[in-house]
């Protein structure tokens, strides 16, 4: 619990028991019934953000209204992963079981319906058998928030859904006992049954178990797909946690002690040694060092300190011992805050409802409706009760959702199956719905413009020294050291050179270089401050080479041997291969792309000129960090542009979530791709053009299923009030929107995509 600003105190709570937006709308219009309660509900993220005026309300007063509507809440920071982890799978394994037992006990029940030469004397009691668990324990999740949503005075599908599978069994049990199912005959011989269109209204020889138990299967395979999909919705956050470090060693009364870092306190003296986290925020006060810094600014040359450094807990200490003092811990370090904005973004992302469930608010009662009005107007007629029943549930069954069950997942299915094939992750149709809107793509540099890796990209020597020689030197004296920029021109003198001599004398000077004895030469590789106390003098050509590399925004170093200037060695993180072509073909789409990094401005200019970015301040904003990427995020959302973040490090973490759609890059870190809503598996930018025309492409296949799921039942609904539209007939036209709806789907294995993805299947 915190107090803001604004309205006192904000709390936050993890929900339990939503099975659709509905539930959480329902949630979110009991608490703000409150009065001085201003409650935000968030259905994918099962959360609640809540604003209240101090003196209003309490938390468990709070919670205490949520029971009341038949969910469960507590208090967010009183919630483990462990905690989420065994709730959700706990649903799935539920739903899963469920499932399974109904396909088992479904599949007998619709071959002996549909299939004449199957049946046996009166195999209908057998069928009955078989579909009362079904539709009893099977259907209960749908049952049971039917019944919750009437408590509330509310229908969502899952109220049609449950009326429809009631009525087709009810109707079907009437029949076997009350009514003529069981004159029949069988093995294929002639039904007493017309089958022609016209009215037969109080024909109670056909039973509609196979309609029951169908939809049941159908719609139990949509939600525990998705609830396998939700299970993932923590480990974003699950990671970042991840990423602290578990332990500190603190100076207490003169001696090391190790201790958990949560119990670091504000003036504690640590110990940081080479290839440790840093435990929490702080102050250098002894030692030098280069620190990782990656995890921050999402750049990976590192950062040097000594005596009076800043350094934030995390980050990654590279080289020298370091002792430092505690200066902010727990909920107030920078780590904290990063979490703390993933969260954030996440929950204040506005839910987009799904489709079926937004629409479903009218068509729901109206469907009940006109079933009541079916049934009093046949009575009213004059007509018999059993006539009057049988077009009612002929209305009901007609508008039964079972294709409507089906729009969804199987346009997710073979979409997210030809998106797998290319090496693209799709989470869920909120994306694709959010994706048909993006107009801006906004890219992170480091890692996913660049490779990420810093490469030698030139050598400018001297008229006395060759690229050889200088590569020899430098890469046998670099070969002995961690650093980035050292790795860089160690690997392109291996891959030029091939073995390297080994060196003596070793010492690295953290901020400067390093120097040691080559071949009996001495070498020394830095920045000009390592060269202030040897007198060394560096040619006006090699200075202006130094300044244009610098301005350039890459990295360059001096290579000195004997004490004299042997070449200027310039260092980069490089463009991806693919980069450019993934900047055209977005364009082609009619996107705007900008880049967006935590690098310098000179650096980013150049890297945007490379792949085709506009250069102005609106396209290239350089030296953000993590919060000021979600500002950057959300100024461009607020000035009406529908944005795509694409990442892959975890300061691009809060803005992939911030942003309309999150794109993360599979090379990248665990915490950006949860954070995502499309992943890149391969780190191809080239796939990010084809993952939205590929999403757009399955909205719209969706799309089409639920109009044509709804159209053909609607159409059908005045025919089967009117008697001329019987049961079977309304069970038969729900099966083939079904069929169309399934066959629509398969299209999208089809999509027209960029040439460079049919150039990748066409040459595998």
């Not at 509905?22 to 809540?50: P, Q």
């Not at 693919?578 to 401005?601: C, F, H, M, W, Y």
């Not at 794109?663 to 084809?690: E, F, N, P």
Request: aromatic content about 6%.
């Amino acid at each position: 619990m915190a107090a803001t600003k604004d309205s006192g105190v904000q709390v936050d709570l993890s929900l339990t028991g939503m099975s659709c937006n509905a539930c959480a709308a329902s949630i979110e219009k009991g608490l703000n019934k409150l009065d001085g309660v201003t409650a935000a509900v968030n259905f994918a993220t099962e959360s609640a953000r809540i604003n209240f005026a101090s003196g209003a309300t309490t938390p468990s007063a709070l919670i205490d209204t949520v029971a009341s509507l038949g969910y469960g809440a507590r208090l967010l920071a009183d919630t483990t992963p462990e905690m989420l982890d065994a709730e959700t799978n706990q649903r799935v394994t539920m739903l899963l079981t469920r499932l399974t037992v109904s396909v088992v006990l479904a599949i007998p029940v619709v071959l002996l319906s549909m299939v004449a030469n199957l049946e046996f004397r009166n195999w209908q009691w057998f069928a009955l058998a078989l579909s009362t668990p079904v539709v009893t324990w099977g259907a209960w999740p749908f049952h049971r928030a039917a019944l919750m949503n009437l408590r509330h005075r509310a229908t969502t599908m899952d109220t049609l859904i449950s009326i429809g599978i009631v009525a087709a069994t009810s109707w079907s049990v009437w029949a076997i006992i009350w009514g003529d199912a069981l004159e029949i005959t069988y093995r294929g011989s002639a039904q007493t049954m017309n089958m022609g269109l016209k009215k037969m209204a109080g024909d109670s020889s056909h039973i509609y178990l196979e309609v029951a138990v169908a939809v049941t299967v159908f719609l139990l395979a949509g939600r525990y797909f998705e609830a396998r999909a939700k299970r993932r919705a923590g480990d974003a956050l699950r990671s970042l946690l991840a990423l602290g470090a578990r332990h500190a060693t603190i100076i207490k009364n003169g001696e090391e002690q190790t201790i958990d870092a949560a119990l670091v306190r504000v003036g504690d003296v640590i110990v940081v040694r080479p290839g440790e986290i840093i435990p929490t925020d702080g102050v250098v006060e002894q030692g030098a060092s280069a620190l990782d810094d990656s995890m921050l600014t999402g750049e990976s040359v590192p950062v040097d300190v000594k005596p009076g450094s800043v350094v934030t807990g995390t980050t990654i200490n590279l080289t020298g011992r370091l002792i430092m003092r505690a200066t902010r811990v727990g909920a107030e370090t920078t780590f904290a805050q990063i979490t703390r904005l993933v969260r954030d973004a996440q929950t204040t992302k506005a839910p987009v409802q799904r489709l079926a469930d937004r629409v479903s608010g009218i068509f729901v009662p109206t469907v009940i409706g006109l079933s009541i009005a079916t049934f009093i107007g046949w009575f009213f007629v004059g007509s018999s009760t059993s006539d009057a029943f049988t077009a009612a549930v002929a209305v009901l069954i007609i508008a039964c959702p079972c294709a409507l069950g089906l729009a969804t997942p199987t346009a997710l299915m073979v979409g997210s199956g030809r998106a797998a094939q290319m090496g693209i992750v799709i989470k869920g149709v909120d994306v694709l719905q959010s994706t048909r809107r993006i107009d801006t793509v906004v890219f992170d540099k480091t890692g996913t413009i660049t490779t990420g890796v810093m490469q030698l990209v030139d050598i400018i020597c001297t008229q006395s020294s060759t690229r050889s020689e200088v590569l020899l030197y430098a890469g046998a004296l670099e070969h002995a050291s961690e650093h980035p920029v050292a790795r860089a021109i160690a690997s392109a003198a291996r891959t030029e050179l091939g073995q390297l001599p080994d060196v003596t004398d070793f010492e690295s000077s953290p901020g400067m270089g390093t120097s040691g004895v080559v071949d009996g030469h001495k070498v020394m590789v830095g920045r000009e401050s390592l060269f202030d106390k040897t007198l060394v003098i560096i040619p006006r050509d090699l200075r202006e080479a130094l300044a244009k590399a610098r301005s350039a925004g890459n990295t360059a170093v001096l290579v000195v041997v004997d004490g004299g200037v042997k070449a200027v060695c310039v260092v980069a993180d490089q463009p991806k291969v693919s980069s450019a072509d993934a900047i055209a073909e977005l364009r082609k789409l009619g996107l705007r792309p900008v880049l967006l990094t935590g690098d310098n401005q000179a650096t980013a200019i150049a890297i945007a000129q490379q792949v085709g970015i506009d250069t102005d301040e609106q396209h290239v904003i350089a030296g953000v960090l993590p919060d000021e990427k979600v500002r950057v995020v959300s100024d461009l959302q607020q000035r009406g542009y529908a944005v795509a973040m694409v990442g892959d490090g975890v300061n691009d973490a809060a803005a992939l979530a911030q942003a309309d759609v999150g794109i993360a890059m599979g090379t990248g870190t665990d915490v950006a791709m949860h954070a995502s809503d499309l992943t890149i598996v391969s780190g191809d930018l080239r796939l990010v053009a084809d993952a939205i025309l590929l999403s757009r492409a399955t909205l719209r296949t969706i799309t089409a299923n639920v109009f044509w799921a709804f159209a053909y039942n609607t159409a059908a609904i005045p025919l089967a009030a009117l008697g001329y539209l019987n049961p079977m007939w309304a069970g038969l036209a729900m099966a083939f929107s079904s069929i169309f709806v399934v066959t629509n789907s398969l299209r999208l294995r089809t999509t027209k995509l960029t040439q460079h993805t049919a150039f990748v299947h066409a040459t595998r």
